[in-house]
């Protein structure tokens, strides 16, 4: 444990203890169990089969794709796969169930204890320990402000597979749980088993959150529901130990509830208290025979894995000799780290990682793009590169070069050669640019030989400024010392 | 095991069954009956033997293949609903 997690409160330091139960929504073409289609945004109950709308008679039917993509996701985070798992019925009420019951896996689930390892800002990485994985129904959409006296219920969801993925208590800082979640939603779209897209609900998380002092006991621990983005979960979690700790501090006790992040006030509420605990009363769902596995459906989803971002960090530290930092950039997206592989064939790899991580990114950001959507393509900002290091170009030039490619997505070569940016690095006619400065510099001249060094960033403007920036940067300042010192 | 009146007050709330209190008692006799008649399996030693999630053991779980083959069909699927507006079911408003 870190000194910098702890937060401060008037009787000294607090840790702060975080699980996270991540709701995964798995990309499958139709649901867990019907044949319905699970794509976003159609028409109300559009989606809709009498399995998931819980018609008498119906018997739920597994898809085969929610088991491997379970899978999938349980040998990408280094899991245990249960060979042998089991679907319960997890009973409750509310109108968006139809049911009464939510078919999901309890004490059997279909993967359990695996790992996930967080990169941290400042390079550190930690290990989080994943406790298990199972599968699970959705259920319907509930909508409460399109009459004032009705709610009105949407099933299109019901019944879409879900991954409910669990953490260990593991995480002791907003950071971390940003961190980790940033991790998990990279590896679950490196394995395509789920978009991660969270303003869409495909990835919802669920924090629980106790306060201690450093090294004692546990705390009571309460649940933040269904918070929906990466930054939202970091302000819940910062507001929820705040709130725990002045509780605590101020003589009270905190009580086990479940609690809802107001994402306008920045704010958790307690949501109302129920009359009693909920009894999920769990039993095997009788529709339903257990899972078995054979070794070789797990052994071929293992075989089609791809690379995933801690491997690819590693390769890319050991192959390109990239900062630990850098790589982390790299890899965060697997459409990033393809993309800066094919711009670095053949290329210098630091100079392509830090032209991607500064002038592209600032491009991107800038214009609200997805790197799949940029202008310059990987194979350009490669070439690009190419031409500073054969010093075609100077590094300077390469960013109005840079500049044109994104405006009109032009080959690099092509808009030197146009705009007869070559740079230049004939030693005959640079040394005549530098004597002409040098003659109208006098007093420059004579600052740098009384020992004032810096000026000579004078005289490389200068000769900057007559060739338009084309002269050789390095030519210019061997040229410049030698006839300084001259 | 005996199945108390608070009990039975509570599987009601679950069930979300309105039970009248004169009925509480007769219902916890009855359940207590029930539960008394399962109770005779407790007999069986079950020392070492791994739980039974299915009667069917042998039979494999049947799979579909990821193919949308379903869905479509709003007007059949709200066809029982007591009240249904702009393509949505409408409940008594839930309040949380």
């Given at each position: ?371 799949t959507d940029s202008p310059v393509a990987a194979k350009q900002l490669g070439a690009l590169v190419g031409l500073i290091s054969d010093s075609t170009i100077s590094g300077r030039i390469a960013r109005d070069v840079f500049a044109e490619m994104c405006a009109s997505g032009k080959d690099p070569a092509d808009i030197v ?70 | ?56 053991e042998g039979t494999v779980l049947r799979q579909r293949d990821d193919v949308v083959s379903d869905g479509d069909r709003r007007d059949d699927v709200l066809s029982n609903a ?15």
């Amino acid at each position: 444990m870190t000194e910098k997690n702890l937060i401060k409160g008037q009787t000294g330091d607090w840790e702060v203890v975080i699980g996270l139960e991540v709701h995964a929504q798995v990309i499958a073409k139709a649901k867990l169990f019907s044949g319905a289609d699970t794509s976003f945004g159609a028409e109300p109950n559009e989606q809709v089969s009498l399995v998931d709308a819980a018609m008498p008679g119906m018997l739920p039917v597994i898809n085969k794709k929610a088991l491997e993509q379970a899978v999938r996701t349980g040998l990408g985070i280094k899991a245990q796969i249960n060979r042998f798992s089991v679907f319960d019925r997890k009973n409750y009420f509310y109108p968006d169930l139809p049911q009464g019951y939510q078919i999901s896996q309890f004490s059997d689930p279909i993967v359990g204890e695996g790992e996930i390892i967080i990169d941290m800002e400042d390079g550190e990485s930690r290990t989080v320990g994943i406790t298990r994985i199972h599968l699970e129904q959705d259920a319907g959409k509930s909508v409460h402000d399109m009459d004032p006296r009705s709610t009105y219920v949407d099933l299109n969801r019901s019944g879409v597979t879900l991954m409910e993925i669990v953490s260990e208590p593991d995480l002791r800082s907003a950071d971390e749980a940003a961190a980790y979640l940033t991790k998990l939603r990279a590896i679950l779209r490196y394995l395509g088993t789920c978009d991660g897209n969270m303003e869409q609900g495909s990835m919802r998380c669920d924090a629980n959150i106790s306060v201690r002092k450093p090294g004692g006991d546990l705390g009571t621990r309460c649940e933040i529901k269904n918070v929906n983005s990466i930054r939202f979960a970091a302000q819940a979690i910062e507001y929820e130990a705040r709130r725990q700790i002045e509780v605590i501090e101020g003589g009270g006790t905190i009580d086990q509830e479940t609690r809802l992040f107001d994402a306008n006030k920045g704010v958790t509420r307690s949501m109302r208290s129920k009359e009693e605990a909920h009894d999920y009363r769990y039993f095997p769902d009788p529709d339903l025979l257990p899972v078995n596995l054979s070794e070789e459906f797990v052994e071929e989803i293992r075989a089609s894995l791809p690379e995933l971002p801690d491997e690819k960090k590693d390769r890319f530290v050991a192959e390109f000799g990239l900062s630990a930092y850098d790589a982390d950039v790299l890899v965060a997206e697997r459409a990033i780290a393809e993309y800066f592989e094919e711009a670095a064939d053949g290329q210098d790899a630091k100079t392509v990682a830090n032209w991607v991580t500064s002038d592209l990114f600032g491009y991107l950001n800038k214009e609200g793009l997805e790197i799949t959507d940029s202008p310059v393509a990987a194979k350009q900002l490669g070439a690009l590169v190419g031409l500073i290091s054969d010093s075609t170009i100077s590094g300077r030039i390469a960013r109005d070069v840079f500049a044109e490619m994104c405006a009109s997505g032009k080959d690099p070569a092509d808009i030197v050669e146009e705009k007869g940016l070559k740079q230049v690095s004939d030693s005959g006619e640079l040394e005549g640019i530098v004597d002409e400065v040098i003659a109208k510099g006098a007093a420059q001249v004579e600052q740098y030989k009384s020992g004032n060094e810096k000026i000579i960033g004078w005289f490389v403007g200068q000769v900057m400024q007559a060739t338009k920036g084309r002269a050789n940067p390095q030519m210019v300042n061997e040229i410049l010392r030698k006839k300084l010192a001259g | 095991m005996s199945v108390d009146k608070s009990t039975v007050a509570r599987i009601a709330t679950l069930a979300r069954i309105k039970v009248p209190e004169e009925d509480i008692d007769a219902l916890a006799d009855e359940l207590s009956k029930i539960v008394g008649w399962v109770e005779q399996l407790d007999e069986v030693d079950t020392e070492g033997v791994a739980p039974m999630a299915s009667t069917a053991e042998g039979t494999v779980l049947r799979q579909r293949d990821d193919v949308v083959s379903d869905g479509d069909r709003r007007d059949d699927v709200l066809s029982n609903a007591p009240d249904t507006d702009k393509g949505y079911f409408a409940v008594p408003k839930v309040i949380e």
